[in-house]
């Protein structure tokens, strides 16, 4: 079930009529929790409830013999980490690798065409097996006490707002949340509601309206040549995969406040960071402590030295490049995000051009250049398309406007000035004025009117739907 | 058991009167008033609730009209009845549709195995015969790609969905002052498969469009060679198969016999070889809105001469299968 789909309106409702009621009482809390997260999962297709459902049970048996049998626990572990990975290998990785080993076999003059599975790749897999992965690596490391109650276990790993694309929430803070009904209060109504509308504004308007032009631009037959048109095209689209995924967790979290959870923050407005290290404190930031914490810390982190700690960076970012996708565009670009990293330990640009007059803006438009760049990488369908998008933006003896003026549409310039001049309020601290936090009548009216219109564009001017991108994952 | 941990926090009033609650039914209200607003209100059914109607229709017709949008707005089955012997016609065209192997199949679906006067036609375009490309999959098979749910949706919510289609705020603005709208079209979506335009001021747009997209795409042989399988196929089950080209206006014409590679009488002379009886039109007679499709009032005019023709041509060359069904039920043809 699609957060952006009349179906979930409809599910939603039905949820929240139940839940006050419904929640007070342990046990059906629970099964509600279940039930319910199970209905909107198996919406796609009903089947793969059997995969999470047999992925959870190995976490949750492995929990409970971690305590059980202490002496084995290392066992118990790598047996979870063996069923998480095995079930991501299968369905995501598997036909990566078999392709792979049919080039390098042809490379060797061996003609064994060995066929792909084509296995259909479960909605959200790498989401819910990274949760699921972090309740095990907690109990085995003594953070958290595993939980008896499947039901516990179950509305935990299933929890349907952030089931399929976020944040990744860790055992330790959710459990003991789902563990207690707190009384939601108006404010956290209010902030609730703010966050699924500005999420809904997000993906529906803004990044489904970019989707239109990006989709066209890569999917054209011969790439236009403008290379005004490929700069304008990859800003698009950098707004439009930040919008559709912050948009998501926008509304995960404002769904979660409406159930009187919490959910963690998992983007702080990335583009308007300085520095490399600061955007990654800024985008996906679920997903980048989730490597700190079980990936970089663990290799060594920077514990060992510069060079080991640059090895141990490289690493993270390519294991983080392959979970967005089976394919060599993800890893190039997460080689590109490692090498802006190291250039920028080695050198420390980004301070040393913040020292100058109007070097913080300057840094931050560098970065966020930098970025576009990289996203060449992610979003082109192959290697090879990625590499003609370069010579296209680089060739700036073709910039010619006006054809990148006839490519895209009305809608799609005014979406991309509004989010550009949203990013400069950010960026330029406007967010923290006076008036934004004042809490006078003439001001709460004006946030519901303001709300409440923005219901209406989200309704009225909402772009053609697409699947939100990050469900691929 | 009542939860032992529950930790209620002090209310800040009654629900109703927070500013959540307010704000939605704030928002509700500016709904239903932008809603309302739509301009150029269509009549008939609802268009979703129609298309997933259509792309259903199996069994139900003694004669089935083909084509894209010229037929789908061109040529009404109201128009076509009263002079012709079947009972049920339905035009079964789509928007950008072009002649395939699988929509000629669905179209042949349509008609009722038992029905003794079967026809089927097949309204030319030459856009209607270009290949397919992956861009441009044209909408019969992109109708095809619902999912029984979202067709279960469509049937029995079209009024919901359509009450929340997009709208600019200029839309709405139109819908408040139609008189400063730039144009006024009025839609029916008839459940004959028909939609009949009304559309003013006339333009002639849509030579600038197909001027660009048949300057890309030309007539395909394998499509011509497809449609004219069909037509000897059918006509040996003893399915009378009509061909004729859908009227637009001059320069439309033009466009087309310029740019799209269509040879108008080779098509006429390959058609009739496969047994099809191929009606001659008149291609600029009829009023236009906007330089492709047919006016409400051109279409049903168009529709009468068509069936006119038809008719002439049926009463010139009588075959043994008319003969015979006209004896059976002479009520219909009256």
């Known amino acids: 079930m699609q957060f952006n789909s009349l179906i979930f309106i409809l599910f939603a409702g039905l949820f929240f009529a139940g839940w006050p009621v419904l929640k007070r009482r342990h046990t059906t809390r629970w099964v509600y929790l279940v039930v319910a997260s199970f209905i909107f999962y198996g919406w796609w297709d009903w089947r793969f409830l059997f995969l999470i459902i047999g992925s959870g049970l190995i976490d949750f048996f492995a929990g409970l013999a971690m305590q059980r049998y202490a002496a084995r626990r290392k066992l118990w572990l790598v047996l979870s980490i063996c069923g998480n990975v095995g079930s991501l290998a299968i369905f995501k990785y598997l036909d990566f690798g078999i392709g792979n080993l049919n080039w390098l076999l042809g490379a060797f003059g061996i003609d064994a065409q060995i066929p792909a599975t084509r296995l259909i790749l479960p909605v959200g897999i790498s989401f819910y097996t990274f949760q699921s992965m972090s309740y095990t690596i907690d109990v085995y490391r003594g953070l958290l006490q595993p939980t008896h109650n499947i039901f516990h276990f179950f509305a935990y790993l299933s929890l349907f707002p952030q089931l399929v694309a976020g944040p990744i929430v860790r055992a330790k803070d959710l459990l003991p949340q789902l563990e207690t009904v707190s009384e939601v209060s108006a404010d956290e109504r209010w902030d609730g509601l703010n966050l699924i509308v500005f999420g809904f504004f997000k993906k529906v308007v803004v990044a489904d309206t970019l989707a239109g032009t990006v989709n066209a631009a890569f999917a054209a037959p011969e790439l236009s040549p403008s290379a005004g048109y490929w700069w304008i095209v990859m800003v698009m689209f950098a707004f439009q995969i930040y919008c559709d995924f912050s948009g998501y967790s926008d509304i995960a979290r404002g769904l979660g406040k409406w159930m009187g959870y919490e959910f963690p923050v998992n983007f702080r407005n990335p583009y308007i960071a300085s520095s490399f290290q600061e955007f990654w404190q800024r985008w996906h930031i679920s997903l980048s402590t989730w490597f700190r914490d079980y990936v970089y810390i663990p290799l060594g982190g920077s514990r060992k030295g510069l060079l080991r700690n640059q090895v141990n960076l490289w690493i993270t970012m390519l294991i983080s490049g392959l979970w967005h996708g089976a394919a060599w565009h993800f890893i190039f670009w997460a080689i590109a995000h490692s090498f802006y990293l190291t250039v920028e330990r080695f050198t420390a640009w980004p301070q040393k051009l913040m020292r100058l007059p109007g070097g913080r803006h300057l840094a931050t438009l560098a970065v966020f250049v930098l970025t576009v760049l990289a996203w060449v990488f992610f979003r082109a369908q192959t290697f090879g398309q990625a590499l003609d998008v370069f010579r296209m933006m680089f060739d700036f003896g073709n910039l010619k406007f006006d054809l990148a003026y006839r490519l895209i549409d009305n809608n799609a310039r005014n979406v991309l000035l509004i989010i550009i001049g949203s990013q400069l309020f950010f960026h330029l601290g406007l967010d923290k004025g006076q008036w934004t936090a004042s809490r006078s009548r003439p001001k709460l009216a004006f946030d519901s009117v303001f709300i409440a219109v923005l219901i209406v564009i989200c309704v009225f001017n909402r772009a053609p739907s697409n699947v939100f991108i990050y469900f691929q994952f | ?334």
């Open chain 2, 1 to 334: 058991m009542p939860s032992n941990t529950t930790n209620p926090q002090p209310r800040t009033g009654p629900w109703w009167a927070n500013r959540t609650f307010g704000t939605l039914v704030l928002a509700v209200v500016l709904m239903f008033v932008m809603g309302s607003l739509r301009p150029d209100k269509d009549v008939g059914m609802y268009p979703d609730e129609y298309w997933a109607r259509k792309i259903t229709w199996e069994r139900c017709a003694d004669a089935v009209l083909t084509g894209d949008s010229r037929v789908l707005i061109g040529v009404a089955p109201q128009g076509l009845g009263p002079m012709l012997p079947y009972r049920q016609i339905y035009n079964f065209a789509f928007v950008a549709n072009r002649y395939s192997a699988e929509y000629l199949d669905a179209a042949e679906k349509l008609l009722i195995p038992e029905s003794r006067r079967k026809a089927v036609f097949i309204g030319i375009t030459p856009h209607s015969l270009t290949g397919r490309t992956d861009d441009a999959m044209g909408h019969y098979l992109e109708l095809k790609k619902m999912s029984p749910r979202d067709i279960y949706v469509a049937t029995h919510f079209g009024g919901l969905m359509y009450f929340f289609q997009p709208m600019s705020l200029r839309d709405a603005f139109h819908g408040l002052f139609p008189s400063q709208a730039p144009t006024q079209t009025a839609r029916d979506y008839r459940a004959d498969g028909w939609v009949a335009v009304h559309k003013t001021p006339l333009v002639r747009h849509e030579v600038k469009r197909y001027r660009k997209i048949l300057a890309e795409r030309s007539v395909s042989q394998e499509v011509i060679d497809t449609v004219t399988a069909y037509v000897q196929r059918w006509t040996r089950q003893g399915i009378r198969v009509y061909g004729f080209i859908m009227p637009s206006c001059k320069e439309m014409v033009q466009v087309e016999l310029e740019l799209s590679g269509f040879d108008p009488e080779a098509f006429a002379a390959a058609f009739t070889e496969a047994g099809g009886r191929w009606i001659e039109t008149d291609l600029d007679a009829y009023e236009s809105f906007d330089g492709s499709h047919l006016q409400k009032e051109a279409a049903l005019r168009f529709s009468k001469d068509l069936a006119q023709a038809v008719s002439l041509y049926e009463q010139e060359t009588p075959s043994a299968a008319t003969s015979q069904a006209k004896a059976e039920s002479p009520d219909v043809s009256d």
